[in-house]
Protein backbone atom coordinates (compact mmCIF):
# COMPACT_ATOMS: atom_id res chain seq x y z
CA UNK A 1 0.00 0.00 0.00
CA UNK A 2 2.99 2.16 1.11
CA UNK A 3 4.09 1.84 -2.73
CA UNK A 4 0.97 2.36 -4.08
CA UNK A 5 0.62 5.43 -2.75
CA UNK A 6 3.73 6.78 -3.60
CA UNK A 7 3.28 5.56 -7.27
CA UNK A 8 -0.93 7.76 -7.46
CA UNK A 9 1.39 10.48 -5.68
CA UNK A 10 3.67 10.61 -8.49
CA UNK A 11 0.69 10.41 -11.40
CA UNK A 12 -0.76 12.97 -9.55
CA UNK A 13 2.87 15.45 -9.76
CA UNK A 14 3.00 14.68 -13.59
CA UNK A 15 -0.51 15.41 -13.89
CA UNK A 16 0.11 18.62 -12.23
CA UNK A 17 3.57 19.69 -14.42
CA UNK A 18 1.66 18.83 -17.72
CA UNK A 19 -0.79 20.98 -16.64
CA UNK A 20 0.92 24.13 -15.43
CA UNK A 21 3.14 23.29 -18.65
CA UNK A 22 0.29 23.45 -21.09
CA UNK A 23 -1.08 26.59 -18.85
CA UNK A 24 2.28 28.09 -19.61
CA UNK A 25 2.04 27.43 -23.62
CA UNK A 26 -1.31 29.16 -23.51
CA UNK A 27 -0.17 32.71 -21.87
CA UNK A 28 3.34 32.43 -24.22
CA UNK A 29 3.49 35.55 -25.97
CA UNK A 30 1.19 37.57 -23.30
CA UNK A 31 2.90 40.63 -22.16
CA UNK A 32 1.60 41.95 -18.67
CA UNK A 33 1.17 46.20 -19.86
CA UNK A 34 -0.05 47.50 -16.33
CA UNK A 35 2.17 46.92 -13.06
CA UNK A 36 -0.43 47.21 -10.11
CA UNK A 37 1.63 49.74 -8.73
CA UNK A 38 1.56 52.59 -10.99
CA UNK A 39 0.72 54.17 -14.59
CA UNK A 40 4.17 53.45 -15.85
CA UNK A 41 3.60 52.95 -19.83
CA UNK A 42 0.18 54.65 -19.75
CA UNK A 43 -0.77 58.21 -20.59
CA UNK A 44 -4.28 59.51 -19.44
CA UNK A 45 -6.10 62.51 -20.98
CA UNK A 46 -6.14 65.90 -19.88
CA UNK A 47 -9.36 66.36 -19.34
CA UNK A 48 -10.49 64.36 -16.22
CA UNK A 49 -6.90 62.45 -15.01
CA UNK A 50 -8.43 61.88 -11.76
CA UNK A 51 -11.06 59.53 -13.15
CA UNK A 52 -8.25 56.83 -13.27
CA UNK A 53 -6.59 55.62 -9.74
CA UNK A 54 -4.57 52.35 -8.34
CA UNK A 55 -6.84 50.62 -5.59
CA UNK A 56 -5.47 47.18 -4.33
CA UNK A 57 -3.56 46.32 -7.78
CA UNK A 58 -6.16 47.32 -10.09
CA UNK A 59 -7.64 50.12 -12.31
CA UNK A 60 -10.35 51.40 -10.72
CA UNK A 61 -12.12 53.65 -13.19
CA UNK A 62 -14.08 56.28 -11.66
CA UNK A 63 -15.21 59.73 -12.51
CA UNK A 64 -16.17 62.24 -15.54
CA UNK A 65 -15.21 61.34 -19.03
CA UNK A 66 -11.34 60.29 -19.18
CA UNK A 67 -9.55 58.07 -21.35
CA UNK A 68 -6.26 56.38 -20.15
CA UNK A 69 -3.84 54.78 -23.35
CA UNK A 70 -1.19 52.83 -23.16
CA UNK A 71 2.07 54.63 -24.30
CA UNK A 72 4.64 51.39 -23.83
CA UNK A 73 7.08 49.31 -25.70
CA UNK A 74 4.71 46.25 -26.76
CA UNK A 75 4.99 46.55 -30.27
CA UNK A 76 5.67 50.42 -29.53
CA UNK A 77 2.17 50.99 -28.78
CA UNK A 78 1.57 51.24 -32.47
CA UNK A 79 0.07 48.13 -33.07
CA UNK A 80 -1.86 46.07 -36.48
CA UNK A 81 -2.49 42.76 -35.28
CA UNK A 82 -2.70 41.66 -31.92
CA UNK A 83 -4.49 40.32 -29.09
CA UNK A 84 -5.49 42.84 -26.23
CA UNK A 85 -6.94 41.36 -22.17
CA UNK A 86 -8.25 42.32 -18.85
CA UNK A 87 -10.03 40.91 -15.88
CA UNK A 88 -13.19 43.38 -15.75
CA UNK A 89 -15.23 44.14 -12.73
CA UNK A 90 -18.21 46.56 -13.30
CA UNK A 91 -20.20 47.86 -10.95
CA UNK A 92 -23.97 48.00 -11.14
CA UNK A 93 -25.06 50.50 -13.77
CA UNK A 94 -21.28 51.02 -15.41
CA UNK A 95 -20.30 51.77 -18.43
CA UNK A 96 -16.83 51.32 -19.83
CA UNK A 97 -14.99 50.27 -22.98
CA UNK A 98 -11.52 48.99 -24.23
CA UNK A 99 -10.08 50.32 -27.38
CA UNK A 100 -8.10 49.49 -30.33
CA UNK A 101 -6.23 51.21 -33.13
CA UNK A 102 -6.79 54.20 -31.22
CA UNK A 103 -4.42 57.18 -30.75
CA UNK A 104 -4.08 59.45 -27.82
CA UNK A 105 -5.87 62.74 -27.81
CA UNK A 106 -6.03 65.13 -24.55
CA UNK A 107 -9.85 65.48 -24.17
CA UNK A 108 -12.87 64.26 -26.18
CA UNK A 109 -14.44 60.72 -27.08
CA UNK A 110 -11.46 58.32 -29.03
CA UNK A 111 -11.83 59.91 -32.81
CA UNK A 112 -9.50 57.13 -34.19
CA UNK A 113 -10.27 53.31 -33.81
CA UNK A 114 -13.20 50.93 -32.47
CA UNK A 115 -14.41 50.98 -28.85
CA UNK A 116 -15.19 47.51 -27.26
CA UNK A 117 -18.22 48.20 -24.84
CA UNK A 118 -17.80 47.15 -20.81
CA UNK A 119 -21.62 46.88 -20.00
CA UNK A 120 -23.65 44.56 -18.39
CA UNK A 121 -26.51 46.93 -16.69
CA UNK A 122 -25.91 50.74 -17.89
CA UNK A 123 -29.05 52.30 -19.73
CA UNK A 124 -26.83 51.93 -23.07
CA UNK A 125 -28.51 48.94 -24.75
CA UNK A 126 -25.29 47.74 -26.49
CA UNK A 127 -23.68 45.52 -23.79
CA UNK A 128 -20.48 44.09 -23.71
CA UNK A 129 -18.28 42.86 -26.43
CA UNK A 130 -19.91 45.37 -28.57
CA UNK A 131 -17.95 46.83 -31.46
CA UNK A 132 -19.51 49.71 -30.54
CA UNK A 133 -21.83 51.54 -33.68
CA UNK A 134 -20.56 48.56 -35.89
CA UNK A 135 -21.76 45.50 -34.28
CA UNK A 136 -23.47 45.60 -31.57
CA UNK A 137 -24.13 42.68 -29.20
CA UNK A 138 -27.39 42.73 -26.70
CA UNK A 139 -27.18 39.83 -24.86
CA UNK A 140 -25.71 39.99 -21.36
CA UNK A 141 -22.55 36.96 -20.54
CA UNK A 142 -21.33 38.21 -17.18
CA UNK A 143 -22.75 39.55 -14.02
CA UNK A 144 -21.91 43.12 -12.36
CA UNK A 145 -20.04 42.60 -9.23
CA UNK A 146 -17.83 39.57 -10.37
CA UNK A 147 -14.76 39.46 -12.84
CA UNK A 148 -14.64 38.20 -15.46
CA UNK A 149 -11.87 37.90 -18.78
CA UNK A 150 -12.81 40.15 -21.48
CA UNK A 151 -10.56 39.51 -24.72
CA UNK A 152 -10.28 41.31 -28.45
CA UNK A 153 -8.15 39.58 -31.26
CA UNK A 154 -7.60 42.00 -34.20
CA UNK A 155 -6.81 40.24 -37.26
CA UNK A 156 -6.42 42.33 -40.83
CA UNK A 157 -10.02 43.20 -41.25
CA UNK A 158 -11.30 41.02 -38.48
CA UNK A 159 -12.06 42.00 -34.81
CA UNK A 160 -13.19 38.58 -32.38
CA UNK A 161 -14.27 39.32 -28.95
CA UNK A 162 -14.42 36.74 -26.28
CA UNK A 163 -15.37 36.63 -22.98
CA UNK A 164 -14.38 34.14 -20.67
CA UNK A 165 -12.90 32.52 -23.47
CA UNK A 166 -16.37 32.28 -25.15
CA UNK A 167 -16.54 34.28 -28.65
CA UNK A 168 -19.70 36.73 -28.67
CA UNK A 169 -18.62 38.91 -31.06
CA UNK A 170 -16.86 38.13 -35.02
CA UNK A 171 -16.78 41.55 -36.69
CA UNK A 172 -15.68 41.79 -40.42
CA UNK A 173 -14.77 45.45 -41.47
CA UNK A 174 -16.82 46.36 -44.73
CA UNK A 175 -14.19 47.04 -47.80
CA UNK A 176 -15.46 50.57 -47.39
CA UNK A 177 -15.69 51.35 -43.94
CA UNK A 178 -17.82 54.41 -42.33
CA UNK A 179 -14.81 57.17 -41.86
CA UNK A 180 -10.80 57.37 -42.37
CA UNK A 181 -10.65 57.08 -38.57
CA UNK A 182 -13.42 54.67 -37.35
CA UNK A 183 -11.93 51.99 -39.05
CA UNK A 184 -9.13 49.28 -38.68
CA UNK A 185 -5.56 50.80 -39.44
CA UNK A 186 -3.06 50.35 -36.37
CA UNK A 187 -2.61 52.55 -33.34
CA UNK A 188 -2.54 52.03 -29.79
CA UNK A 189 -5.62 50.46 -26.45
CA UNK A 190 -6.85 52.67 -24.41
CA UNK A 191 -9.73 51.88 -21.39
CA UNK A 192 -12.53 54.58 -20.84
CA UNK A 193 -13.72 56.32 -18.23
CA UNK A 194 -17.28 56.94 -19.18
CA UNK A 195 -19.27 59.22 -16.76
CA UNK A 196 -19.46 59.97 -13.04
CA UNK A 197 -21.70 57.03 -11.87
CA UNK A 198 -19.51 54.05 -13.46
CA UNK A 199 -17.04 52.72 -11.60
CA UNK A 200 -14.82 49.84 -13.26
CA UNK A 201 -12.06 47.82 -12.40
CA UNK A 202 -9.42 46.00 -14.60
CA UNK A 203 -6.17 43.86 -13.73
CA UNK A 204 -4.73 41.46 -15.43
CA UNK A 205 -4.25 43.60 -18.67
CA UNK A 206 -2.10 42.03 -21.02
CA UNK A 207 -1.36 42.55 -25.05
CA UNK A 208 0.20 39.97 -27.57
CA UNK A 209 2.02 40.92 -30.88
CA UNK A 210 0.23 38.20 -33.90
CA UNK A 211 2.27 38.10 -37.25
CA UNK A 212 1.20 40.30 -40.23
Known amino acids: MKYLGLFI ?17 AEKGWVSI ?3 KNFDGWKVNEEN ?13 AGPRAHLFYAG ?3 NHDLKNFAFKADVKTMPGANSGMFIHTAYQ ?4 PAKGYEIQVNQS ?13 QDVKEVFVKDGEWYTEEIEVRGKQVIVKVNGKVINDYTEPAEPKSDLKR ?17 YYKNVMLKVLPD
Open 34 to 36: FNG
Open 122 to 134: HTDWRKTGSVYGE
Open 49 to 61: PNTFTIEDGTIKV
Open 9 to 25: AALLFVGCAKDASTSQK
Open 184 to 200: LSSGTVALQGHDPKSVI
Open 73 to 75: AVG
Open 106 to 109: PEGW
